[in-house]
């Protein structure tokens, strides 16, 4: 029988984790959900603005926490620069050729980073980084309870920003119907622009969240991309709530996964459960049929 | 039927290459460019005839280097029929991940981050295991010899990649008339309508990827005798399979000589970059990148499709930019 007291800590620290994924992979969820693409460029994106959150602070001496409209801002900046000019044009009607250009997008921003930060592994200090909050059966880093309030909050500000806004009910007619959405005159190129915009934000938003308990190297996109789509596959496609729920089930499978397997076989369940939900439930747990 | 022709001038022309060119490193660049062009006929078989955009190959390249390679270190098992045995466990994986992912339907994007997926177990797994070398990786023995299939020179490794790249052509273009061949690309072409006139796409692209595996998976077999190493991000990373999947479609997708021609232009491209940039690290990565991007927007037919290029504008500007 395993001790409670080693499993419960084990559980909360996978539920931080779970938390991060979950908001890197709300941004990726509502790009899929509108745009039914599959944005392979995200962790890559996550990295640049990692990098971003980490000059602010090496150079300026930035806390990450007021960086935050800042890169949430560029980010948005990038993201609509990016639909808007190259994938959207790349697109010729097909979704392989989304998926092409945005592996391309990724290996350029993963390359370019190699070649002007190296392969270095960077962290930043704060007054907080080595805080913990004291919950009796297990410490939580204050930064990861940051994130994990955090990612709460951004899933609430999407859902509001979807059911309530005009950009919102825009975003979800076109999702649902792209020509009668055009028809009605929806500038469907903008949405399209503005969906991949905000999406990027929420990596902004990510970083800013992640940095201060986290690293940043030119790989770390690598390490995020496919654990984002796994969450994405198993909360169901476009659910924000199910994103949600599948970033925190992920964490603590992979947290629980270290603690049995050891830290380099703990990865593996990851991509088990991105392998057997994409086969026996494509729809996720809180997705509806298509 | 011009295609065999042009397949016995494309051997006669590089094949005295190596009693002509004296210098190494040329010689290097052009085994390096063949062994390329035949990992991309691998994933053109699958991807370009059957629309199948694997995202990782690397799973059977990676499968079928370990084979030969832990075959040769742990039981002395002959190169050659390492090579071999390389086709057929680099074949099975193909056909065990064909029948997952096709049973339950999974197509287009979804195939692409499935096939990436299962890199990244073989990858992990590798890295974890005693007999693969874990993170360290595997020396293979040094036994010159055409018996080892390691040769006393460059040349032999450039004839040797020859003969499976023409031997590929020749496979390739069979298929495009055989009723196997018209089969995939039916089920590319709209997989619907091709079970409605008696193809069962299934069984069609389960032959597929498992061809397309095994071929994959004797390149593997090849690269481990040509370099004598192997570790898990050489084999399951990701680089070998975006070289895969680029080739082809710079290329041409679905065409013959796409693939060789996808490799010869992608690495004079990249020697270019090396002589503009320097041996900086990553930066031919981008340019590989920048290259796959411009083809996608501009010329999504590949280099074949240049022909066809004045056509397509026309097409393009008679939709008048409709697609989103």
Known sequence: MLEFSILLPAILNGLTIGAIYALIALGLTLIYGVLHIINFAHGSLLMLALYGVFFLHSLFGIDPYLALPVAAVALFGIGYGLQRFIIGRASHGKDENILLVTLGLSVIIENLALYLWRSDTRTIETPYSFEVLDFGVAFIPVPKAVAFVGALLVAALLWLLMTRTDLGRAIRALARERQGARLVGINVEHIFAMSFGIGCACLGVAACLLLPSFYVSPQV?????LVAFTVVVLGGMGSFVGALLGGLIIGVTESLGGLFLGESLGQLGIFLIFIIVLLFRPTGLLGQKA | MRTPWVILIFALVLLPLPLLIRSEFWLTWLTLALFYAYLGQAWNLLGGYGGQFSFGHALFFGTGAYCTAVLQIQFGINAWAGFVLAAVAAGLVGAATGWLVFRYGL??????????????????????????????????????????????????????????????????????????????????????????????????????????????????????????????????????????????????????????????????????????????????????????????????????????????????????????
């Open chain 1, 221 to 225: 996109g690598h390490a995020f991309v």
């Open chain 2, 107 to 324: 197509r287009g994007s979804y195939f692409a981050l499935v096939t990436l997926a299962f890199a990244e177990v073989f990858r992990i797994l590798a890295n974890s295991f005693a007999f693969t070398g874990a993170g360290v990786g595997l020396l293979v023995p040094l036994k010159p010899g055409a018996w080892q299939m390691q040769f006393e020179t460059k040349a032999g490794f450039f004839w040797l990649l020859l003969a499976l790249v023409v031997a590929c052509l020749l496979f390739t273009w069979w298929l495009q008339n055989a009723r196997f061949g018209a089969r995939l690309m039916a089920v590319r072409e709209n997989e619907d309508a091709a079970r409605a006139l008696g193809v069962d796409p299934f069984n069609t692209k389960l032959l597929a990827i498992i061809a397309s595996g095994a071929i994959a998976g004797t390149a593997g077999a090849v690269y481990v005798q040509l370099f004598l190493y192997v570790d898990p991000g050489i084999a399951y990373g990701p680089s070998m399979s975006v070289e895969a999947l680029l080739v082809p479609i710079i290329g041409g997708l679905g065409t013959v000589f796409g693939p060789v021609l996808g490799a010869f232009a992608l690495h004079a491209i990249a020697e270019i970059g090396r002589l503009v940039f320097g041996e900086a690290p990553g930066l031919n990565l981008v340019l590989y990148g920048v290259l796959l991007v411009l083809m996608v927007l501009f010329l999504p037919n590949g280099l074949f499709g240049l022909g066809r290029f004045g056509f397509g504008l026309q097409r393009r500007f008679k939709r008048g930019g409709t697609h989103a």
